[in-house]
């Protein structure tokens, strides 16, 4: 299944597509979508048969790809979502995606993806670092506390002056403050309803 993610209209048009093309026809597709973007045979395999995607998660993340067309280091993501080894990752993976693809849209386009940890991070045309995050709420517990600790050593070297995690939520002051500490500036309540869906909500109540 979709996971939920800010802007209900890209997921309804995954999903359309999901239920009106043959589950084969949909992998041949999404085959052809791989093998596109230079990568080999045996990566497009390899992306295919990780259980831990559905095919409906491997769509809507290629489909957002599609949408970063122009930003380097796109395989990267690929190689990420490979790798991944149970739903609830493929569902944070496919979900950050699409809160980048968003931000690259409305907000300040996309140069390059980073490799190196679990959340996709981008660097802007500006210079910036940037992660988003899909969740209620966030909390600066021990074990937040160490992987921080260890996704910011990952950028430690990076030349950027500004890193930035963008969160679709609400970040507690502990976890804005402890992840200023490492040099990430947390901005939180983002894109809580995405202009699209904002403007259909007013016109479904007139």
Do not use: C
Not at 54 to 76: C, P, W
Not at 170 to 185: D, I, N
């Amino acid at each position: 299944g979709m996971p939920s993610i800010p802007g209900a209209s890209e997921a309804r048009k995954t999903m359309d597509l999901v239920w009106k093309t043959d589950p084969w026809e949909l992998r041949l597709a999404n085959r052809k979508r791989l093998l596109a973007a230079g990568l080999t045979e045996e990566t497009a395999r390899s992306f295919e048969d990780n259980s831990s995607m559905s095919l409906s998660m491997q769509t809507a993340l290629l489909q957002t790809l599609d949408q970063l067309a122009g930003v380097q280091g796109r395989e990267t993501v690929i190689a990420r979502a490979i790798d991944l080894e149970s739903r609830e990752e493929a569902s944070q993976l496919v979900s950050s995606v699409a809160l980048l693809a968003r931000f690259h849209k409305q907000q300040v386009p996309l140069k390059e993806f980073l490799a190196g940890t679990r959340l996709p991070v981008a660097r802007t045309t500006k210079g910036a670092l940037v992660g988003l995050i899909l969740s209620d709420a966030l909390f600066w517990t021990a074990a937040v506390a160490e992987s921080s600790k260890e996704f910011a050593a990952t950028y430690a070297g990076d030349s950027a002056k500004e890193r930035q995690v963008w969160v679709v939520g609400e970040a507690s002051p502990a976890f804005k403050s402890g992840a200023g500490a490492l040099g990430w500036a947390v901005h939180d309540r983002w894109q809580l309803q995405a202009p699209e869906d904002a403007a259909a909500a007013a016109g479904a109540s007139k």
